[in-house]
């Protein structure tokens, strides 16, 4: 589908299908204008369930870009010090949006289920039982590349190889005890956000 913008921007948008978000992307151009904005700018625009953010460069529309959800988790270690406060802030900071967030206990079968991709590994029984020895504080987090972007954000499995600045630098102790969990790609995250949250939750 191709779309002509009107108004004091131009541009021609191809490839997207959904006539609500190109009236939205519309709507939203237009009052941008009206603002007096200039250069580049980065708008987002939704339907239901799925959200996109439009970059605009001068009055040309290049990329488009989908914004996607990551789970994550603060872990017994973190909650435990007092933290997840710190570690939140960081979160946001780095521009996640918390789509849900709660705390909560978890069994050691609990544990198993959610890290079963680990069941063959030396350190499954050490792994479940230190996640389910205190409370934890799992989330829902949404941005633009989130996935990659939260895996950066909390650098190295072990935090004695994470980068300066990263939250396993600044907050763990060890690679069992390492302060923060993130999905790692897109299956990996649709089931860990299941596993964790119902539909309800997650509006
Ligand atoms: P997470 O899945 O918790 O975000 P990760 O993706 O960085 O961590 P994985 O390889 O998925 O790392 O390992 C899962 C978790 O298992 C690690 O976060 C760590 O707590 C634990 N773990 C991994 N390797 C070891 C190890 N060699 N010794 C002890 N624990 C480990
Ligand atoms: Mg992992």
């Known amino acids: 589908m191709q779309m002509q913008m009107q108004g004091p921007i131009q541009g021609s948008f191809a490839s997207l299908e959904d006539d609500a978000i190109l009236v939205a992307v519309e709507i939203k151009a237009k009052a ?4 007096g904005w200039e250069g580049e700018e980065c708008l987002t625009v939704g339907r239901p369930g799925r959200w996109r953010a439009v970059h605009w460069w001068s009055s040309l529309i290049k990329e488009i870009y989908v914004s996607e959800r990551t789970f994550s988790i603060i872990k017994p270690d973190a909650v435990k010090k007092g933290d997840a406060g710190a570690i939140l802030a960081e979160i946001v900071k ?3 949006k918390i789509v849900s967030i709660k705390k909560i206990s978890i069994s050691k079968a609990q544990a198993e289920g959610f890290y079963h991709v680990h069941s063959a590994r030396p350190f499954f029984g050490e792994l479940t039982e230190f996640m389910s020895s205190g409370p934890i504080v799992p989330m829902v987090l949404e941005k633009v590349n989130a996935i990659a972007d939260l895996r950066k954000l909390m650098g190295a499995t072990d935090p ?13 102790a060890s ?12 299956d990996t995250a649709a ?10 939750e997650l509006k």
């Open 160 to 172: 004695a190889k994470a980068e300066e600045g990263t939250i396993r630098k600044q907050f763990a």
């Open 175 to 186: 690679i069992g005890e390492n302060a923060i969990h993130g999905s790692d790609a897109e």
């Open 191 to 200: 089931f860990e956000i299941g596993y964790f949250f119902a539909g309800l």
């Open 94 to 96: 780095a521009g996640f």
């Open 32 to 35: 941008i204008v009206a603002a």
